[in-house]
């Protein structure tokens, strides 16, 4: 981009939290003032826009993601309004005439259902018409496969596999690959049609949590050098990591010596457990709803531990996905574990992350403050599944359910937050997700919509370990990573209304960020990254 000013809107900036304008010289935020400064700095050279009050803030960073993922959930079945097996086959039934190869679909949460009950594979093969199906649960640990996909992939006897086509574990993944098995050109335009909808959400870049599990280093590798492409469309920064298991440092060289791409870290979508919603989530005490179940660990302390300490060894960010309480407990003692053989202070600098963190008591919220390890959360699972009738409540019981997600006890305890979506389970919509965090079902674990923010933006560059301090602000000297919003409405909005009355001075001096309980969500009408274009509205800037 030129020299441009952006004029008469709002800015979101710590430099100066009642800013109107905004100077962006190439790649980099030049100035950020008032109205009446902007008048007097613009000359021939700028090019003006008119904001016509429209919001200036940082780009919004997706600390955790599924990019292919994403891209293929936009093109199969829709089944997240299905509200029961027969309104689930019925979308099958509708979709099966119009597709071809493996009927995909994406979303389907019996939890929501007034009967649980799942489609029997007799009807699921009667409703597609003998065709292959794969059905992704909305958390992703679990599928609904038709007999002719569980016949290919010979599930029969594989662990996961129910015999009337829910698979999960082991089967799971075998079905998951064998429906996923795309030519490198159906990969290409899956992975650009989640990032060019991000961009249009206002993110300029998604934390890729790729594994073996969810596809092979060659989809990541072509997924980052999709978004370092100079040429044509630019698209959001992919932030990639890859999420395998190691037990030294020498394991962990050679590994990363042969995935094809730079890597931030060895973490992300390690499984030390599953889902809560698939029932194998590991947990303490029984499935409320499943008496005598408790879920699994798929790990062991003692992998958990050397993982942490050959990452550790090396300065790099290790990780482990993490639901239950039980899947806690054996994450916290392999990081004790691991500071015992390399150091506590290697532990720190490190940088390790946990992934979701849903169940957290006190000693393991004190342990993830102690080891610095950063907590990639999502707000919008609460809004999702939290509540006294919701999943959680449903899977632990109503008094267990107020303890997850505990947004506020993590910023209590000192534990580092970043904020994502884990997209496609819940979508790409940064607003919600603030939102979501501001209005937590439980009152204690609400946070304020500026601190949300930031672990929307400046945070998420920080668990990534970016080099800029000032990646994620709108100051001078900044990167020109920026998105700009349609707003009905600006305010400070915090989780305790007693605070409301002041900070909504000018005074205090505050950034304005949009009111959330309008109804409607901002809309985007530009996105920028490091000076380029990644999307803007029809009509915008022209």
């Not at 100066?16 to 905004?22: I, N, S, Y």
């Not at 799971?172 to 989640?194: G, I, N």
């Not at 960010?317 to 574990?337: K, P, Q, S, W, Y």
Request: hydrophobic share 45%; net charge negative; with cysteine.
């Amino acid at each position: 981009m030129s020299l441009t000013l952006y004029r008469n809107g709002s800015v979101y900036s710590s430099a100066d939290p009642l800013a109107t304008a905004m100077l962006v010289d190439g790649d980099v935020v030049a100035w950020v003032g008032s109205e009446h400064a902007a008048t007097s700095l613009l000359d021939s050279r700028m090019r003006e826009v008119d904001l016509a009050g429209a919001l200036v803030t940082p780009g919004f960073v997706d600390s955790h993601a599924h990019i292919t993922e994403t891209g293929l959930a936009m093109t199969s079945v829709d089944l997240s309004g299905a509200r029961s097996a027969r309104e689930l086959l019925d979308l099958v039934a509708d979709a099966a005439p119009t597709s071809t190869g493996v009927l995909l679909g994406h979303g389907w949460d019996n939890s929501l259902w007034a009967d649980a009950r799942l489609p029997l594979a007799g009807e699921l093969e009667n409703a597609a018409g003998g065709r292959e199906v794969y059905l992704a649960r909305v958390d992703v640990h679990s599928g609904l496969v038709s007999p002719a996909l569980a016949r290919r992939c010979a599930l029969a006897g594989m662990i996961g596999w129910d015999g009337e086509g829910l698979v999960s574990g082991g089967a799971h993944a075998t079905a998951r690959d064998a429906a996923r098995d795309l030519f490198p050109e159906q990969r290409e335009s899956a992975q650009r049609k989640a990032l060019v909808h991000a961009a249009a959400n206002g993110y300029v870049a998604l934390a890729e949590m790729a594994a073996p599990h969810v596809g092979s280093p060659e989809d990541l590798a072509a997924l980052v050098a999709l978004g370092q492409v100079q040429g044509g469309q630019a698209l959001p920064q992919v932030l990639p990591y890859w999420g395998q298991l190691v037990s030294s440092a020498e394991e962990a060289r050679a590994l990363l010596a042969t995935l094809g791409t730079d890597v931030l870290g060895l973490a992300g979508d390690i499984n030390i457990d599953g889902s809560l919603g698939s029932r194998s989530a590991f947990l303490r005490q029984p499935y409320a709803d499943a008496p005598g179940n408790y879920g699994s660990a798929q790990l062991t302390v003692e992998q958990v531990g050397d993982h942490f300490a050959a990452t550790s060894e090396l300065g790099l960010t290790g990780g482990f996905h993490v639901i239950g309480d039980g899947a806690m407990e054996i994450a916290v003692e392999g990081l004790e574990r691991a500071a015992q053989r390399v150091g506590i202070d290697q532990v720190r600098a490190a940088g390790h992350r946990l992934e979701h963190a849903e169940m957290v008591d006190a000693a393991a919220m004190d342990a993830l403050a102690k080891y610095c390890v950063t907590v990639s959360v999502q707000p919008a699972f609460d809004a999702q599944w939290g509540g006294v009738d919701g999943m959680y409540a449903r899977r632990l019981g109503v008094e267990r359910a107020k303890e997850m997600n505990p947004l506020g006890r993590f910023y209590a305890a000192g534990v580092p937050l970043c904020f994502g979506s884990d997209t496609p389970v819940s979508p790409l919509n940064p607003w919600a997700s603030v939102r979501a965090a501001l209005n937590h079902h439980e009152a204690t674990s609400r946070i304020s919509a500026r601190a949300s923010f930031i672990g929307h933006t400046r945070a998420g560059w920080r668990a990534a370990k970016n080099e800029n301090p000032f990646m994620g602000q709108l100051v001078p000297g900044a990167p020109a990573s920026f998105a700009i919003w349609d707003v009905e409405q600006l305010m400070v909005q915090v989780a305790d209304e007693r605070v409301q009355s002041w900070s909504t001075d000018p005074r205090a001096r505050t950034p304005l960020l949009p009111a959330l309980d309008t109804g409607s969500d901002p809309r985007c009408l530009q996105t920028v990254h490091q000076g380029r274009e990644l999307f803007v509205a029809d009509g915008f800037a022209l």
